[in-house]
Nanobody, 128 residues
Framework: QVQLVESGGGSVQTGGSLRLSCATS????????MGWFRQTPGKEREFVAG??????????ADSVKGRFTISRDNAVNTVTVHLQMNNLRPDDTGVYYC???????????????????WGQGTQVTVSS
């Protein structure tokens, strides 16, 4: 059974930092791009950052460029993806989800429809 488990969410003030992690199990996703998305009530789930299989290609939403960094650890038995979030702002508030892309490849998809496995989400709240 495939599982993605996010951790590291919480509440911070504007300008603070958080580091999210997503541990996978049930299948080895070394060859698959992975991504982070976020969602707030009443809005579509939006792409935040993505990384290809070996970390050689990363992609960020314009709103987080220069503040967030995605990385991944490809271990023998599991893959873990991280999202370092610095200089957080109130509009970064939301539930953050990690996801595994549907297809292997060097490209990083931005559409949520290109991702097939999802975590349960972790709440990030940034207060002003």
């Amino acid at each position: 059974q495939v599982q993605l488990v996010e951790s590291g969410g919480g509440s911070v003030q504007t300008g603070g930092s958080l580091r999210l992690s997503c541990a996978t199990s049930g299948r080895i996703f070394i060859s698959f791009p992975m991504g982070w998305f976020r969602q707030t009530p009443g809005k579509e789930r939006e792409f935040v950052a993505g990384i290809n299989w070996n970390g050689g290609n990363t992609l960020y939403a314009d709103s987080v460029k220069g503040r967030f960094t995605i990385s991944r650890d490809n271990a023998v038995n599991t893959v873990t993806v991280h999202l370092q979030m610095n200089n957080l702002r109130p509009d970064d508030t939301g539930v953050y989800y990690c996801a595994v892309a549907r297809n292997v490849g060097r490209d990083v998809p931005q559409s949520k429809d290109e991702y097939v496995y999802w975590g349960q989400g972790t709440q990030v709240t940034v207060s002003s």
